[in-house]
Structures are given as C-alpha cells and as structure tokens.
C-alpha cells in the first residue's frame, strides 16, 4: 500500500493503536477531527505492537492527510546477525543508571524527570546511548547484572534480562521516528503510552507545541492488561513470595508506563481530558492542573435524527451491545446477562455488534460461553456493522465495559432515540443521569449498574423493555441530553480553539 | 507441700553427704571427685524436683527446661547456686501475690469501628473488613488484594466480588481482572471437556457411551459443580451450573449407580434444585452405600429443615453431636441441642 507523504503539514496527530487500522470510539473520533478542518493539513503517525496484528485500514484517509506513516515497535527485535563486541559508552550508561536510581520511590519526581529528559536525547540518532550498545555491550550487561542482583525479586535472571530487553528498545525505535519527521506546526497526541512518548520527544527537541487529547487513561488500561496478563511470569517460589506483592516483572511494566505518562504529562499543554474524574485522574498521574480542562464528545445529530422515524410503534425485545469483542468491554457479562433476561423475556435477543478480529481467542470465549448458557438461538454475533442500520432495530444500547470514557455509542443511541442499560464506568453515570442540576432535569436516560454484575444488568434492561411509558421517558430524555450538551458543533468549536492557540504559539516559536 | 519438704530434705542429705565424702575420704583422688560430682548432681536434680513443685503454675511451664535450668544452676555453682534457686522461688512467690493485690484500673472506651468488628470466627471475615475499609491506605487494601491470589477461589471469589463497586479504580479493575482469571481457567476447562465429549460421542456413540465420554460427562459436572462451589456463579447462571451438573451426574449415575460420591453430590444439586423428595432420596442413597454420616447428616439435617420438618433436624443434629470432627459445624449442633 502506498501512503501519501509530504515535507510538511500543520497538525502531527500521535496516533496509538487505533485510528485508522482499528474501528472504535476513539478511532471515530479521530475521523471526525481530521474532517471537521478540512483548512489544516494533517500528518498520521501510526504506532502498533506488530505488522501481522494489523490488516487494512477501517477508516478512508481524509483528503486533508497529507502524510502517514507507520512503525511497528514489536517488529524486527530478533537479529539472525552476530553482534561484534562493545563496551559502550560509560558515561551514558552511568546516566542511565542513575537515572534507574531516581526512579525509586522517594526521591523526588522533578529529578527523576530532569534525568529522564536528558537520557531521552541521548537515545536520539546520533545520541552517545545507541540501541546497539543497549543490546549488545558490556555496559548494558553489567548494569542489568547489577540491577538484578540489586532490586529483582523474582529469582529468574533470564525472564529479567529479557523483560527489560523488550521494554526498553521500543524507545529507540520512536526516537529514531521522532528524528525523522516531517517538519510539522503542532503535535497532537491521542494518548500518554508510546505516542505520547514520541510527542514528548519532538516537543523536547524541535520546541514544537504538543496537545494531548487522553480519551482512556493510557496508564489505567495498561494497568488492566498487566493485571489480567497470564504471559507475565512469576517464578517465585512458596518462601521467596511475599503473597501481598505483585510479581516483580508486572510491577516493571506498571513503572514504565506510568513514567512514559509521566514524560508526556510533562512536555504537553494543554492536556485534556473528556470529562472531570479523568481530568482528575491526570492530575493525580502527574499532570499540572493548570494545563488540564474537558472538551466532552460530540456527535453530528443530523446523522442519527432521522433514524427516529424508521422505528416501529412497540419497542423491539433487542439488547444490542456496539463494541470491539475484547475484554475490556466485558461481552461476558452482557452474555451472562442475557440468561436471565431470556429466562423473563423469552422473545428477548442479545445482538454483540462490533469486529471480533482485535482478540480472537476472547471471541471464542465468548461464543463458547454461549453455547454453554444455552444461548445460541438468543444471542447472535454481527460481526462490524452500520449504526445507522442497527438503531431503529433494537430496544436498548448496552454497555458492560469494565473502563470506559465518554463512549459515543451511548450519544449515538440517544440520538436515535434508544435509551441505554450501562456499567458505572468513566462519564456513564453523568451521561445517563446527568451532571448538575439542569442537565438532571432533563431526566433519566436508562440505568447505571455496578461492573461484572450480571444479574443487575439483567434486571435493568427487563425492567425498562417490560414498561412501556418509562422507556419512552428514558428516550426523550436521552435526545435532549444529546442535543443539548453533546453535538459535534460544541466539541469542533471548542477544539478549533486550541488548534488556533498552539499554531500561534508555533508560529511565535519559529 | 509434704512432696517438695521431702524432696528437699533428700536434697540437703545429699548435698551434705556430697561434701562430707570429700573431708571423710583421701581429698585428693579421682574417685572423692567422681563421687562428689554424682552426689552433687543427685542433691541438685532433687533440689530442682522440690523447686519446681513450689514455683507459681505459670512459671513451672514448660516442665522439663525449667527444671534442667535450676538443676544446671545449683550442680554448676555449688552452695551459691543451691542457695540461688531457693531465694528465686521466694521472690517469684511474692511477686505473684504483690499482682494479685494491684488495684484495677480504668480504661477509656475505643472508639467504635466497624471495620474493626469481626463477624464470626473465620479467618477470612478479617480480610473482607480491612478490603471493605475505603478509609484505609491505597497500597495495603492492594496488598490485601494480592494476596488473595494464594487463597481458594470458594473464599477469595465472594470477597472480590464485594470490591468490584469499591470507590476506587484500581482496586476495582484488579478484583475484576482477579475474578476473571478465576472464572476463565474453569471455563476454558469446561469448554475443553465438551469438545472431548462431542469427540468422544462420535466415536462411541450415544447410546452406549464408552470410557471417553463418560470420563467427559463426569469431568463436565465436576466442572460446572466448582462453578457452584466456588461461588462464581450467582442467580440464574447458578441455576444453569446447577441443572447442567445435575444432568451430567444423572448421566454418570445411570452407568455407575454405587458412586457414593457422585450420589452425594447429586442429592446437592437437586436439593440446590429445591426437589426435595429426589434430593431426600440420594441422601440415603450415598449413606446406604457406605459414605460416613458426617458427611451425609448435615445436609440430610438442612434438607428436613428445608422441609419445614423441624423435628427431624434436631434429631440429625443431635445425632452429629456424637461426633467430634465436625469442629466448624459445633456452634450449629450446639444451638439445636439447647433448644
């Protein structure tokens, strides 16, 4: 496939793992972004894991795209060549190790950041800190040797030689992606992590104005993942555990990534967030309050009103959950769910709506679980389908995500008319019952329920399809909350604000 | 207090003896000190005999180093060491007396915490109230948490679930992620067993299902019964663990009727299932074939009670009192014997 490039464009947007490779609410997002301006040039860096996890795109480039590239951080780690041997450079490493000092607990965050600022640009293409030494020198060995015996308390050297292997050389892959780009006005990243990461570096050395835009909160799903991860070994054994310590290796990966945070945090203004309690979660990662306000998502009304009209007079038995099939959005649950509902409404459909390539062992898992709950002529797999289609078919939106942000899925149902059973995560609760008071007014759009809580869910959905008139008031009030708080036009407003701002501070720079 | 006056005496003649040889026989061979050594020891291991039957209860514990201790002081230091023991006893009995007489003192009452409270005598109620705590520090609820890993899911499974709507994320997001795991290493194992089943149907056929299908079946109510068991299952998916497990024990039981186990575990599921009378009956089934009536009478008992047959509860009850290994089951005998 060939991609468009270009020396130049105005706006850089960071994107991680998502747009234009993966659908989903914030690939959508970034669709609509990227559209509504269609007077700034645009440039996509795309980072993912592998090549082979990601197929063809989901999304169609906008005419505005004038450059994209892509890198994969996971790709070309192993090398068939013999390394010819090295020392490395002492000071360097010596920085480096310091620096792994100042990451203890306790010691001031500003140091450490300072430190981690100047080992960064060492690890710039033409940095006294290559990558090669990093692999390959006896420097870099005597330090992970050292660190083991200091700090690691899992007993397998080998698991920890390569943990901190497989960790650290991404690193040097974004730096060398940081070295090479295009020149660009404003970076936009969409998320802390790696991308974020890479923004904190071009903002470092080129001076380049960094936004940072956190849908999720980047260190918080990395959390989940480490949490859940069954690869991550623990190889203590019955004497050397101390039972109330998360293995040593996932609380490495837990540093890393909230340092990564950290460094973006550090190099971005302004940073926002989609709603208060993440704006305070950022806050409390390490972001200065100063830099952190909310823009909420918005959707385009006149894309989903008319489906108002295609609905039938009695409102469909359909539970229809819209998401990726992957663990974070808890599909079990909702399966789980649909046993009781089916066992009160037995016309009662559960339709799981969204692509299933992103994790197809938990697809599995999932249609698995409901062959054993007796499901199969109640619960139907869609595979990715068209909103527009969906909405007039079904009763109910639902969302049994253990972490969300602002989900589109549930503005967009309201938009339609369709009310929404949700678990009370991210902005749900303020989305379904509102926020202060006048928004509160409007009423009550559907239910919130507590997290893996099947039986609740259940209970909620039935007790909203069984009542006629209380559905058709939880669906008013969803369309009014929608037009009043959540339109495109309020989020695009809000947006061409900060553009506007960082281009002028770029061009001052300059 | 004739015993240790006895002892004594005998102790002191010893002692006297030990030291008279010396003067009576040639003071400067081996065989006066051999002899004195042995007299002395005797003289002191009685001494310490006596002691010890002097000493206050709580001090004469344990028995044997006290008593090696105040025989080792008077054989090692001849006269003082006699001399030692004795004015330690003296002063030890005082001293326990001066406590007797200390005046009470008055104490503020705690404040009352309700994290703080235990709920009953097992072990784990303590943790549910320090994880149930929002007020305590971040890092120990984690800990707590984590450590819930090395605990089995029967009582980590109810806990994690009570944290799943705790104020803060993180805990939120690990108790899940813990829970999961928990229900997927089951699951998965539950969907393995069906694939063999079907493979093993296939190639044995339905009507006579040979060994692959019935070690599936078996295994698959095992299965669905640690579902049950494990308490990862609530409401409705309760009920559909329940009945699948009971449809796979019917299908055990129909190729092997004297599984007293099974019988068991069968008379569970359908007593879960709230049919009583079949329930009743694969009780007496698992009891008939041999199954030791502690294991059996205690659910025969919560099945009368279930029946409302109030009599015959008490009558189990009463009969389990018999036996002494049932140390968890004691406060309910207790209860129902005293009514």
């Known amino acids: 496939m060939s991609f468009p490039t270009a020396p130049e464009a105005d706006i850089a947007l960071l994107l991680e793992g998502t747009f234009p490779y993966v659908s989903g609410g914030v690939s959508s997002w970034v669709n609509q972004i990227v559209r509504a301006y269609p007077e700034y040039s645009f440039a996509l860096i795309f980072l993912g894991s592998r090549r082979e996890d990601y197929k063809d795109f989901k999304y169609e480039l906008p005419a505005n795209v004038v450059h994209f590239e892509e890198h994969f951080l996971y790709d070309d780690l192993a090398s068939n060549e013999k390394p010819p041997p090295r020392t490395g450079n002492r000071e360097a490493f010596a920085a480096a190790a310091k620096l792994h000092e100042k990451f203890l607990p306790g010691t001031p965050q500003g140091d450490a950041m300072q430190a981690f600022k100047e080992v960064a640009h060492a690890m710039m293409p033409g940095g006294k800190l290559t990558l090669d030494d990093f692999l390959h020198s006896e420097r870099a060995w005597e330090i992970v040797c050292e660190r083991y015996r200091k700090y690691c308390t899992d007993p397998s050297f080998v698991d920890f030689f390569w943990t901190v292997r497989i960790m650290h050389t991404p690193l040097w892959k974004l730096a060398g992606v940081a070295h090479r780009l295009p020149k660009v006005k404003v970076l936009h990243s969409i998320s802390t992590g790696y991308a974020g990461f890479l923004g904190a570096l071009i903002q470092q050395t080129r001076g380049t104005p960094l936004i940072l835009s956190e849908h999720g909160i980047y260190t918080k799903e990395r959390k989940i993942d480490l949490f859940k991860s069954e690869w991550i070994r623990d190889n203590r054994n019955v004497f050397q555990r101390d039972p109330s310590e998360l293995s040593y290796f996932r609380q490495m990966w837990i540093h890393f990534f909230e340092w990564l945070g ?103 898992d999932c249609r698995n679980l409901v062959h054993s709950l007796g499901l199969q002529d109640h619960v139907k797999f869609l595979g990715f389908q068209k909103i527009e289609n969906l909405m007039p078919k079904i009763g109910l939106t639902i969302l049994s995500s253990i972490s969300e942000a602002l989900p589109l899925v549930i503005l967009e149902g309201y938009a339609a008319g369709v009310p929404t059973i949700s678990t009370d995560v991210g902005s749900c609760r303020q989305l379904i019952e509102g926020l202060e008071s006048e928004d509160r007014a409007l009423g009550v759009s559907g239910a919130v329920v507590n997290i893996a809580d099947p039986q609740a869910l259940a209970d909620a959905a039935i007790a909203l399809l069984r009542d006629e008139a209380r559905w058709h008031a939880a669906s008013q009030a969803g369309i009014a909350r929608v037009e009043r708080y959540y339109t495109d036009v309020l989020m695009f407003g809000l947006y061409r604000d900060v553009y506007e701002k960082a281009l002028a501070r770029s061009a001052q720079g300059s | 207090m004739l015993l240790p006056s006895k002892f004594g005496l005998y102790a002191l003649t010893l002692e006297l003896s030990a030291w008279s040889a010396g003067a009576l026989l040639d003071s400067q061979s081996d065989s006066t000190l051999l002899w004195y050594l042995v007299l002395h020891g005797a003289a002191s291991l009685l001494l310490a005999s006596a002691a010890i039957l002097l000493l206050p209860p709580a001090f004469a514990r344990p028995r044997r180093p006290v008593l090696l201790l105040m025989a080792g002081c008077s054989f090692a230091v001849p006269i003082f060491g006699f001399v030692g023991v004795l004015a330690g006893i003296v002063i030890l009995r005082t001293y326990r007396y001066r406590e007797k007489i200390a005046p009470f003192e008055s104490t503020q009452l705690p404040e009352f915490d309700p994290h703080q409270h235990t709920t009953g005598g097992f072990r784990q109620s303590g943790l549910r109230s320090f994880l149930g705590n929002t007020k305590a520090p971040m890092a120990s609820r984690l800990g707590a948490l984590v450590a819930l890993q090395y605990v089995s899911g029967r009582v980590s499974s109810p806990l994690l679930r009570d944290v799943l709507t705790d104020p803060s994320e993180d805990i939120r997001l690990l108790a899940y992620g813990m829970l999961d795991n928990q229900e997927k290493r089951i699951n998965q194992a539950i969907d393995e067993e069906l694939r063999s089943l079907a493979e093993g149907v296939k190639l044995e056929g339905e009507a006579q299902p040979g060994p692959q299908t019935l070690a599936a079946v078996r295994r698959l109510s095992d299965l669905y019964w640690e579902l049950i068991y494990q308490e990862m299952v609530q409401g409705d998916l309760r009920t559909h663990a329940v009945a699948e497990s009971s449809r796979y024990c019917d299908i055990v039981l129909r190729h092997a009727p004297d599984d007293a186990a099974i019988n068991l575990r069968q008379g569970r599921l359908l007593h879960a299932l709230n049919q009583l009378e079949k329930a009743e009956a694969a009780y007496f089934r698992a009891l008939g074939l041999g199954l030791p009536s502690t294991r059996v009478l205690p659910y025969l008992a919560e099945l009368r009670f279930d029946q409302g047959d109030f009599v015959g509860a008490r009558y189990l009850m009463s009969e389990l009192s018999q036996w002494s290994s049932l140390p968890r089951l004691r406060p309910v005998i207790e209860y129902w014997k005293a009514q």
């Open chain 1, 262 to 364: 950290r460094f973006c945090y550090d190099a971005a203004d302004p940073i926002i967030a989609l709603y208060e309690q993440n704006r305070l979660r950022q806050v409390a990662d390490g972001a200065l309050s100063e830099r952190t306000f909310n823009i909420p998502n918005g959707i385009n009304l006149q894309r989903f009103a008319p489906l108002r009209a295609l609905r039938p007079a009695a409102v469909p038995p359909v539970l229809c959950l819209i998401g990726r099939v992957v663990p974070i959005k808890d599909i079990k649950t909702f399966i789980r769910a649909m046993r009781r509902v089916v066992n009160h409404l037995p016309e009662a459909e559960g339709w799981i709506a969204g692509p299933e390539d992103e994790d197809p062992s938990y697809a599995q």
